[in-house]
C-alpha cells in the first residue's frame, strides 16, 4: 500500500511538471502568433484605438488617484524619516526616485493588472465560451489577429504612458503635502529633484520597466483567457489566476530588472 | 457619376422587386461587373472567380468516404459515409453525443479526419492549409448553438462584419446589403439593438442573417432549434428551406428535434456511436421498423439506447444479500 500510494505522489508531481512545461510551451506559441499576426492591429487603426481606449483611457482614473495618495504617504513618511537627520529639503529627491524608479512602474503595473487585465482575460473567456472565438473562425477571421493582437499592443503601449503619470501625479502628491501642507522649501524642492533625477538612469530603466512588464502582463492576461476552458468556473478561475500569475511575474521581474539595472549603486 | 447612380439604382429596384430578395449580394457582384470596376473597384475579383467555378462544380457539394475520427485514442466517428447533393437541405440526427456536431466540424475544416476523404465542392479538405481553409469557409455559413453572436458590436455590425473583413465594398452598400439581409429574417427594425437586448429567437435570426452575408453556397446548422419557444421556432424552420432555395444554397442541419426536422428537410441522416446507422427521406425515417430509428423518431424512453446509464446490477448497488 505504501508503494502504491508513493508511486502515485511522484508520478502526480512527474504530471504536474509536464503539464507546466506544456502550458509554457503553448503560452509561447500563442506570443509567438501574436507578434506574427499583428499586422492587422496597425493595418486597422481604428480596432487598435478601440482598445487603446478600453484598456489605457478607462484605467486613468484609478491610476491617477492611486498614483496621488502614493506621492501623498511617501511626502509624508519622507518628510517624518527626513526630518531626524535634518535634510528635509531632499524630500523632493526621495519622492521623484522612489516614484520614478519602483512605485511608478510597479504600482501601475499591478493595478494595471487587475483592473484591465482581469477585464481582459473574462472577456477572451466569455468570447470563447459563447462561441464567438468559434464562430470568427467559422467566418475565415483568424481571432488572434482582429481580438488578441490589438488588445496586445494596447497594453504594450498604454503600460508606459500610465506609469508615467502615475509617477507624474505621485510628485505632484508629494509636492501637495510636503510643500504646501508641511511647508517644504520649495526651491529646494524642486532643485534638488532636478539635479538628482538622471534621464538616463532613471526616467529611461523605469520606462523600459514598465515596457517589459506591459508585455508580460498583457502576454498573461490574453494567454488565461484564450485558455480559459468554456465554463462559468472555467472564466472566473482564469481570471483569478490572471491577477496572482501577473502580479507575481511583475515582482519577480521588477527584482531581475533592478539587480541588472542598478548594480553599480 | 450620375450614369452609373441611375445604373446602380436600377439594379438596386430589380433586387428588390425580385423574389430572390437574399442573393442581393451576388447581384451586387453582377453591378460590380458591369460597371467594370467604377467606384466599386473595391470588390474582390476572387469572388467573381469563385461565382463562376460554382456554375461547373460537381453535383454533390459534399462527399464523405469511409472517414473517420478520433481524439488521441478514442474513435468518435468510424466509415463514414456520405453525399449531400446540392441545393438539399439534410438533416444530421442522433441522440448527444453521437458525433453530429464533430461532422460539422469535419466539413468546416477545424477537424481534420484521421482516416478517409472528405470532399467539399470538389476539394479535399485533408489538402488544404491554412489559406486554403480560410478561402473555403468564406463560402460556408454557420449558426452556433446560441447564434453566437459579438457581443460588443451592434446587430447591424455584427451582420456587416464579414463583409467588413473580407469585402473592400463602400460602406453605402454594406449598409444597403445588411438591411437585405435583415429584412430577409424579418428584423430591419433592430438593426440598432445590442446583442444582450435580443429576445433568443431574434438573436438566432440575427445569427442567421449573418451566416448568410456573403451568400454562402453551403449552410451549416448546429442545433438551429434547441432552447426555442414554439413560435421562434417555425420562423427559424420556414427560414432555412426558405433561404436554401432562395441562396441557392445547400444546408446541413445537425438536430436532435425530430418531428421539427422530419418536417423540413429532404434527407436524413441517422448517427449513433460515431456510425451512420440509418439514412432516407422523411417518410422512410417514418415508416422504419429499425428500432432504434423507432426509438428516436418516437421517443420512447427505453430500447436499443437504454435508459439506465451503464451500470452494476441494482441489487448489488443497494447491498442486497442474498
Same mark, same amino acid.
Given at each position: 500500500?505504501? *508503494?502504491?500510494?508513493?508511486? $502515485?505522489?511522484?508520478r502526480?508531481i512527474?504530471?504536474?511538471?509536464?503539464? /507546466?512545461?506544456?502550458?509554457?510551451?503553448? /503560452?509561447?506559441?500563442?506570443?509567438?502568433?501574436?507578434? /506574427?499576426s499583428?499586422?492587422?492591429?496597425?493595418?486597422?487603426l481604428?480596432? &487598435?484605438?478601440?482598445?487603446l481606449?478600453?484598456?489605457?483611457? $478607462?484605467?486613468?482614473?484609478?491610476? &491617477?488617484?492611486?498614483?496621488?495618495?502614493?506621492g501623498?504617504?511617501?511626502?509624508?513618511?519622507?518628510?517624518?524619516?527626513?526630518?531626524?537627520?535634518?535634510s #528635509?529639503?531632499?524630500?523632493?529627491?526621495?519622492?521623484?526616485l522612489?516614484?520614478?524608479? #519602483?512605485?511608478?512602474?510597479?504600482v501601475?503595473?499591478?493595478?494595471?493588472?487587475s483592473?484591465?487585465?482581469?477585464?481582459?482575460t473574462? #472577456?477572451?473567456? &466569455?468570447?470563447?465560451?459563447?462561441?464567438? &472565438?468559434a464562430?470568427?473562425?467559422?467566418?475565415a477571421?483568424?481571432?488572434?489577429?482582429?481580438?488578441?493582437?490589438?488588445r496586445?499592443?494596447?497594453?504594450?503601449?498604454?503600460?508606459?504612458?500610465?506609469?508615467?503619470l502615475?509617477?507624474?501625479?505621485?510628485?505632484?502628491?508629494?509636492?501637495?503635502?510636503?510643500?504646501? $501642507?508641511?511647508?517644504?522649501?520649495?526651491?529646494?524642492?524642486?532643485?534638488?529633484? *532636478?539635479?538628482a533625477?538622471?534621464?538616463? *538612469?532613471?526616467?529611461? *530603466?523605469?520606462?523600459?520597466?514598465?515596457?517589459?512588464?506591459?508585455v /508580460?502582463?498583457?502576454?498573461?492576461?490574453?494567454? #488565461?483567457?484564450?485558455?480559459?476552458?468554456?465554463t462559468?468556473?472555467?472564466?472566473?478561475?482564469?481570471?483569478t489566476?490572471?491577477v496572482?500569475?501577473?502580479?507575481?511575474?511583475i515582482?519577480g521581474?521588477?527584482?531581475?530588472?533592478?539587480?541588472f539595472m542598478?548594480?553599480?549603486? | 457619376?450620375? @450614369?452609373?447612380q441611375?445604373?446602380?439604382? =436600377?439594379?438596386?429596384?430589380?433586387?428588390?422587386?425580385?423574389?430572390?430578395?437574399?442573393?442581393?449580394?451576388?447581384?451586387?457582384?453582377?453591378?460590380?461587373?458591369?460597371?467594370?470596376?467604377g467606384?466599386?473597384?473595391g470588390?474582390?475579383?476572387?469572388?467573381?472567380?469563385t461565382f463562376?467555378?460554382?456554375?461547373?462544380?460537381?453535383?454533390h457539394?459534399?462527399?464523405?468516404?469511409d472517414?473517420?475520427?478520433?481524439?488521441? +485514442?478514442?474513435?468518435?466517428?468510424?466509415?463514414?459515409n456520405?453525399?449531400?447533393?446540392?441545393?438539399?437541405?439534410?438533416?444530421?440526427?442522433?441522440?448527444?453525443?453521437?458525433?453530429?456536431?464533430?461532422l460539422?466540424?469535419?466539413?468546416?475544416?477545424?477537424?481534420?479526419?484521421?482516416?478517409g476523404?472528405?470532399?467539399?465542392?470538389? !476539394?479535399? =479538405?485533408?489538402?488544404?492549409? !491554412?489559406?486554403?481553409?480560410? !478561402?473555403?469557409?468564406?463560402?460556408m455559413?454557420?449558426?452556433? !448553438?446560441?447564434?453566437?453572436?459579438?457581443?460588443?458590436?451592434? =446587430?447591424? +455590425?455584427?451582420?456587416?462584419?464579414?463583409?467588413r473583413e473580407?469585402?473592400?465594398?463602400?460602406?453605402?452598400?454594406?449598409?444597403?446589403?445588411?438591411?437585405?439581409?435583415?429584412?430577409?429574417?424579418?428584423?430591419?427594425?433592430?438593426?440598432r439593438?445590442?446583442?444582450?437586448e435580443?429576445?433568443?429567437?431574434?438573436?438566432?435570426?440575427?445569427?442567421?442573417a449573418?451566416?448568410i452575408?456573403?451568400?454562402?453556397?453551403?449552410i451549416?446548422?448546429?442545433?438551429?432549434?434547441?432552447?426555442?419557444?414554439?413560435?421562434?421556432?417555425?420562423?427559424?424552420?420556414n427560414?432555412?428551406r426558405r433561404?436554401?432555395?432562395?441562396?441557392?444554397?445547400?444546408?446541413?442541419? =445537425?438536430?436532435?428535434?425530430?418531428?421539427?426536422?422530419?418536417?423540413?428537410? +429532404?434527407?436524413v441522416y441517422?448517427?449513433s456511436?460515431?456510425?451512420?446507422?440509418?439514412?432516407?427521406?422523411?417518410?422512410?425515417?417514418? @415508416?422504419?421498423?429499425?428500432?432504434?430509428v423507432?426509438?428516436?423518431?418516437?421517443?420512447?424512453?427505453?430500447?436499443?439506447?437504454?435508459f439506465?446509464?451503464?451500470?452494476?446490477?441494482?441489487?448489488?448497488?443497494?447491498k442486497?444479500?442474498h
Amino acid at each position: 500500500m505504501f *508503494n502504491r500510494s508513493a508511486v $502515485l505522489n511522484v508520478r502526480s508531481i512527474g504530471h504536474h511538471a509536464v503539464d /507546466a512545461v506544456w502550458r509554457l510551451g503553448y /503560452a509561447s506559441r500563442f506570443f509567438g502568433l501574436t507578434i /506574427a499576426s499583428s499586422g492587422t492591429s496597425f493595418r486597422r487603426l481604428r480596432l &487598435l484605438i478601440r482598445e487603446l481606449y478600453f484598456t489605457g483611457v $478607462l484605467s486613468l482614473i484609478i491610476i &491617477l488617484v492611486s498614483g496621488l495618495f502614493v506621492g501623498m504617504v511617501l511626502g509624508l513618511q519622507g518628510y517624518h524619516t527626513l526630518q531626524t537627520y535634518g535634510s #528635509e529639503s531632499a524630500l523632493g529627491v526621495l519622492v521623484a526616485l522612489s516614484l520614478v524608479r #519602483e512605485l511608478g512602474p510597479v504600482v501601475s503595473a499591478l493595478l494595471f493588472a487587475s483592473r484591465a487585465g482581469s477585464a481582459m482575460t473574462a #472577456e477572451i473567456g &466569455l468570447m470563447k465560451a459563447t462561441e464567438q &472565438l468559434a464562430a470568427m473562425e467559422m467566418m475565415a477571421v483568424d481571432p488572434i489577429a482582429r481580438v488578441v493582437a490589438p488588445r496586445f499592443w494596447a497594453g504594450v503601449i498604454s503600460m508606459p504612458l500610465l506609469s508615467a503619470l502615475f509617477s507624474a501625479m505621485g510628485i505632484f502628491g508629494g509636492y501637495l503635502v510636503g510643500v504646501v $501642507l508641511i511647508g517644504v522649501d520649495e526651491g529646494s524642492f524642486w532643485s534638488q529633484m *532636478n539635479a538628482a533625477v538622471d534621464f538616463r *538612469n532613471d526616467i529611461l *530603466n523605469g520606462v523600459v520597466k514598465s515596457f517589459v512588464f506591459g508585455v /508580460a502582463v498583457t502576454w498573461i492576461t490574453l494567454f #488565461e483567457g484564450y485558455d480559459a476552458p468554456p465554463t462559468a468556473e472555467g472564466v472566473s478561475g482564469a481570471t483569478t489566476r490572471t491577477v496572482v500569475t501577473s502580479s507575481l511575474a511583475i515582482l519577480g521581474l521588477d527584482f531581475l530588472l533592478t539587480s541588472f539595472m542598478f548594480r553599480g549603486f | 457619376m450620375p @450614369a452609373q447612380q441611375q445604373l446602380l439604382n =436600377v439594379a438596386k429596384i430589380r433586387i428588390l422587386d425580385s423574389f430572390h430578395m437574399q442573393s442581393a449580394y451576388q447581384s451586387a457582384k453582377k453591378v460590380s461587373l458591369l460597371l467594370h470596376l467604377g467606384w466599386l473597384g473595391g470588390v474582390k475579383w476572387f469572388r467573381i472567380r469563385t461565382f463562376r467555378r460554382r456554375l461547373v462544380a460537381p453535383a454533390h457539394l459534399i462527399e464523405i468516404s469511409d472517414v473517420s475520427f478520433a481524439y488521441d +485514442d478514442r474513435p468518435v466517428l468510424t466509415g463514414i459515409n456520405m453525399v449531400i447533393p446540392r441545393g438539399k437541405v439534410v438533416a444530421i440526427m442522433g441522440v448527444s453525443g453521437s458525433g453530429k456536431t464533430t461532422l460539422l466540424r469535419l466539413i468546416g475544416a477545424v477537424l481534420k479526419p484521421t482516416r478517409g476523404e472528405l470532399r467539399v465542392a470538389g !476539394q479535399s =479538405v485533408h489538402d488544404l492549409d !491554412q489559406h486554403g481553409v480560410y !478561402q473555403l469557409r468564406r463560402r460556408m455559413g454557420m449558426l452556433f !448553438q446560441f447564434g453566437a453572436l459579438f457581443t460588443d458590436l451592434s =446587430v447591424f +455590425d455584427n451582420v456587416a462584419f464579414q463583409m467588413r473583413e473580407h469585402t473592400d465594398l463602400p460602406e453605402r452598400m454594406i449598409r444597403d446589403l445588411v438591411m437585405m439581409k435583415l429584412h430577409a429574417v424579418g428584423l430591419r427594425g433592430a438593426h440598432r439593438l445590442m446583442p444582450s437586448e435580443l429576445s433568443g429567437g431574434m438573436a438566432r435570426r440575427v445569427a442567421l442573417a449573418r451566416a448568410i452575408a456573403l451568400d454562402p453556397m453551403l449552410i451549416m446548422y448546429d442545433e438551429p432549434f434547441t432552447g426555442l419557444d414554439p413560435i421562434s421556432l417555425g420562423v427559424i424552420s420556414n427560414l432555412i428551406r426558405r433561404l436554401n432555395d432562395a441562396l441557392g444554397a445547400t444546408s446541413i442541419v =445537425v438536430t436532435h428535434d425530430v418531428q421539427e426536422a422530419l418536417e423540413l428537410v +429532404d434527407y436524413v441522416y441517422y448517427v449513433s456511436d460515431g456510425r451512420i446507422v440509418a439514412q432516407g427521406t422523411p417518410d422512410e425515417m417514418r @415508416a422504419s421498423t429499425d428500432p432504434l430509428v423507432r426509438q428516436f423518431v418516437y421517443g420512447e424512453t427505453d430500447g436499443p439506447v437504454p435508459f439506465q446509464y451503464p451500470s452494476r446490477a441494482f441489487a448489488e448497488d443497494l447491498k442486497i444479500v442474498h
